[in-house]
C-alpha cells in the first residue's frame, strides 16, 4: 500500500517541490490549501494544474477542527508542516497573525494527530528555520551554527518560528512522538516568492535585460546568507522522517554570501559587471559599460531588526541521513536567472 504524506503549505515553494518528490517516491500526496476556496478559485485551480496528482483539503493552520476533521479522514502516514507566514519584514508589520499562524499553528497541526490518536503512528515534520538563530549570539562564526548553538530570534517571524520548534520537541518528549524539526537555512529557487531578495534580484535581472525594468530598488545589501536550492532541502526534510529515531537537523551548504555578491553574479549573467559608488543610502550598482544605474537603495526595505549573517554546519544532517546539495551558489545563482528570463520573455 501506498503511503500517505499530508503537506500543509502545498501552494509555496517548498510544497511544489516536496510534493513532486513524494510523488516519485509513490506517496498519496494531500495538500492543506486555505479555506473556502472553490474549485474555480485561482489559487486552488492553479496547485491543481502544476500537480495533478496532489488532493486537495481545505483547511487552515488557525482551525483545529478542520486539520483535526483533514487528519482523521486521511490518517497520513507522514505530516509536514511547512505553512507559515514566512516573510520575515511583513511579520514586523503583522507580528500577531504571524504569532497565531507560525507559532500556533504548529501546535494545532500536532493537536490535531493527538486527538485523532495518531500520535504513536504518524510521524511529523516541521519547519523549523535558521531565523531561529538570529545572530547575535554567534557563537560558532568559523563553522556556523549547528543544532545546538543559542537561539536568539530578531523578528516576530523567528520568535513564533521558535515557539513550533519547542512545541516539536515537547511532542517528541512527552508523547513519544517521532517528530523532527528541520532547523532549514535559506533555500531559493525558480519556485521562490518575488517578494524575496534573491527572486526579486533574478527576475528584476531577467526584466532589465528585456527592456521591462530601469533599475532593482533593495534595502540592506551586505547582510550575509547561507543560501541553498530549495529542492535539495526537500529531499532532506524526507529523509529526517525515514530515521528511526526523530531528531533535529540543520540544512545548510556551509557558505556564506552578501545580497551584493548575489547581485553581481546575477547581472553576469546577462553580461554586466556592476561597479558600486557611494556609501549607506546613497549607495548605487552602475553598469560598468554604460554608467548606467541599475541598484539603488530604498530604506523602505531595511528591517526594524536585522540579522547581519547566516552560515549553517550541515555536519549532522550530512553525516546521519546521508544529504548532500547537488547546486551551488553559482549555479543556483544562474539557475533563477535563466528561469526568469524564459518566463518574463
Ligand atoms: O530574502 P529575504 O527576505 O530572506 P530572510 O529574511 O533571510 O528569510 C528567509 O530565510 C529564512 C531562513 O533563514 C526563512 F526562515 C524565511 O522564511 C525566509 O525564507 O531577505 C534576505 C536578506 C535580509 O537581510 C534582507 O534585509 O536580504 C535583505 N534585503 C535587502 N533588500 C532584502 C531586500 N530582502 C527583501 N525581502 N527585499 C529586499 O528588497
Redesign the pocket.
Known sequence: MAKKALITGIAGQDGGHLAKLLHEKGYEVYGVIRGQLEASHPRYVAVKEEMPYVNLVMADLTDLSALTRAVQEIKPDEVYNLA?I????YSFRDPILTADVTGKGVLNVLEAIRLSGLEKTTRFYQAS???MFGGLDYNRPDKGYDEDALFHPR?P??VA?LYGHWITKNYRESYGMHASCGI?????GERRGP??????ISKSVARIKLGLQEC??????D?K??WGYAGDYVEGMWRMLQQDEPGDYVLATGETHT?REFCEIAFREIGIEIEWQGEGPGEIGLDKASGKTLIKI?PD???PA???I?LGDPTKAETALGWERKVDFPGLVKLMVEHDLKAEA
Do not use: C, Q
Open positions: 507559515a514566512s516573510h520575515v519584514g528555520t535558521s531565523e523578528s517571524y523567528g518560528k532549514l537555512f535559506n533555500h531559493e517578494e524575496f531578495v534573491t527572486r526579486k532593482i530598488e533593495l534595502g540592506n545589501l547582510s546568507r547561507d545580497i530604498n526595505f531595511f528591517r536585522e540579522v547581519d547566516l
